[in-house]
């Protein structure tokens, strides 16, 4: 017999369907991409998943407004802070989109672009967006209550070891291969982990840091504050670690967040980014990489392949689909 807990929390939901609609909109952004694959125009790429997602997401069943939007930081196309999407009808919720998350990796054909949604009820997403960047950490369920922000690297990765069971020579670290991480990625060396240097794309970093069979144990270092909102949907469903810590560039940035009421001193819980279990994250493949496969073009269909968490239930999802070259691609994309 099912408990009223159970039935309440995996049951009683009628929100409960809005991540495979939402899986239409991130499908429908990486195959319109497609074309730009490895063509060096980052901005053509984006702005074209950029059309595809806000024309799906109009018909998506539910009263939302984009939180943390894309563009800003590097005048890109966008689905801009504010933007009301959805028609209108079902839940209230914010949402937070990323097209292409890396579209540098798009532009060159590289692997580990994703396009991304995430969704939580309204009012519940920390709006980070006056702050283009986020100082974060995130492991599986083992760092919970072992891993803290404010401690060294080398702490850190001593403790969450012993908490797996491991020797800290098999831990992997997935780093923004950055000039500003180089005493980050020389510490975690330092103290005989390994690293995984990711070029862009930071939200398949921190979620494979948060999977069970993923072969990373921890994502770390400063990358956008934007994706590290949309990674705490994630964890949320994964039942994974995570703390931000946001990383003003300079003193009028750090004042323009201040104004916007953040904390740039403040280390952020999971719970302070995202306010609610109700949450849903959705990702489809642009380019291959260790979380989903990309887009792929076979004869006449092109396969995408998604994931799709939901926090209430931490439920975890793959679609796989084959669409018709034919209704997606001018001819002379095919």
Same mark, same amino acid.
């Given at each position: 017999?099912?408990?009223?807990?159970?039935?309440?929390?995996? #049951?009683?939901?009628? &929100?409960?369907?809005?991540?495979?609609?939402?899986?239409?909109?991130?499908?429908?952004?990486?195959?319109?991409?497609?074309?730009? *694959?490895?063509?060096? &125009?980052?901005?053509?790429?984006?702005?074209?998943?950029?059309?595809?997602? $806000?024309?799906?997401?109009?018909?998506?069943?539910?009263?939302?407004?984009?939180?943390?939007?894309?563009?800003?930081?590097?005048?890109?196309?966008?689905?801009?802070?504010?933007?009301?999407?959805?028609?209108?009808?079902?839940?209230?919720?914010?949402?937070?989109?990323?097209? *292409?998350?890396?579209?540098?990796?798009?532009?060159?054909?590289?692997?580990?672009?994703?396009? +991304?949604?995430?969704?939580?009820?309204?009012?519940?997403?920390?709006?980070?967006?006056?702050?283009? #960047?986020?100082?974060?950490?995130?492991?599986?369920?083992?760092?919970?209550?072992?891993?803290?922000?404010?401690?060294?690297? /080398?702490?850190?990765?001593?403790?969450?070891?012993?908490?797996?069971?491991?020797?800290?020579?098999?831990?992997?670290?997935?780093?923004?291969?950055?000039?500003?991480?180089?005493?980050?990625?020389?510490?975690?060396?330092?103290? /005989?982990? /390994?690293?995984?240097?990711?070029?862009?794309?930071?939200?398949?970093?921190?979620?494979?840091?948060?999977? #069970?069979?993923?072969?990373?144990?921890?994502?770390?270092?400063?990358?956008?504050?934007?994706?590290?909102?949309?990674?705490?949907?994630?964890?949320?469903?994964?039942?994974?670690?995570?703390?931000?810590?946001?990383?003003?560039?300079?003193?009028?940035?750090?004042?323009?967040?201040?104004?916007?009421?953040? &904390?740039?001193?403040?280390?952020?819980?999971?719970?302070?980014?995202?306010?609610?279990?109700?949450?849903?994250? +959705?990702?489809?493949?642009?380019?291959?990489?260790?979380?989903?496969?990309?887009?792929?073009?076979?004869?006449?269909?092109?396969?995408?392949?998604?994931? +799709?968490?939901?926090?209430?239930?931490?439920?975890? $999802?793959?679609?796989?689909?084959?669409?018709?070259?034919?209704?997606?691609? &001018?001819?002379?994309?095919?």
């Amino acid at each position: 017999m099912v408990s009223t807990d159970i039935e309440s929390s995996l #049951y009683l939901h009628p &929100d409960r369907n809005i991540a495979l609609e939402l899986v239409r909109a991130t499908e429908a952004a990486a195959i319109r991409s497609y074309p730009w *694959i490895g063509r060096g &125009d980052k901005l053509a790429a984006d702005g074209a998943a950029v059309d595809a997602m $806000r024309a799906f997401l109009g018909t998506v069943n539910f009263d939302g407004v984009v939180v943390i939007g894309e563009g800003e930081k590097d005048e890109a196309p966008m689905l801009f802070n504010g933007e009301r999407v959805g028609n209108g009808r079902g839940p209230a919720c914010d949402i937070a989109v990323d097209p *292409i998350d890396g579209t540098s990796l798009t532009a060159a054909g590289r692997q580990n672009a994703l396009s +991304v949604i995430a969704v939580a009820d309204r009012g519940t997403m920390l709006d980070a967006s006056s702050v283009f #960047y986020m100082d974060k950490i995130v492991t599986d369920a083992s760092g919970i209550g072992v891993v803290d922000i404010r401690k060294p690297i /080398g702490e850190n990765l001593r403790a969450l070891a012993a908490a797996k069971g491991k020797d800290v020579g098999e831990l992997r670290v997935a780093v923004l291969n950055r000039p500003r991480h180089e005493q980050l990625i020389a510490d975690i060396r330092a103290v /005989g982990a /390994g690293t995984r240097l990711i070029s862009d794309g930071d939200v398949a970093g921190g979620i494979n840091a948060a999977r #069970y069979e993923s072969r990373i144990d921890m994502c770390v270092g400063i990358g956008g504050s934007p994706e590290g909102i949309t990674t705490a949907c994630a964890i949320k469903a994964l039942g994974g670690f995570m703390q931000g810590r946001l990383a003003p560039k300079d003193d009028a940035e750090r004042a323009r967040g201040e104004a916007a009421g953040l &904390d740039c001193d403040q280390v952020y819980e999971l719970d302070d980014l995202v306010r609610s279990d109700n949450t849903f994250f +959705v990702a489809t493949g642009v380019t291959d990489g260790e979380l989903v496969d990309g887009v792929r073009k076979k004869g006449p269909i092109i396969r995408t392949e998604s994931i +799709v968490l939901r926090g209430k239930s931490g439920t975890i $999802r793959r679609v796989v689909a084959d669409h018709l070259v034919e209704k997606w691609l &001018d001819e002379a994309d095919r």
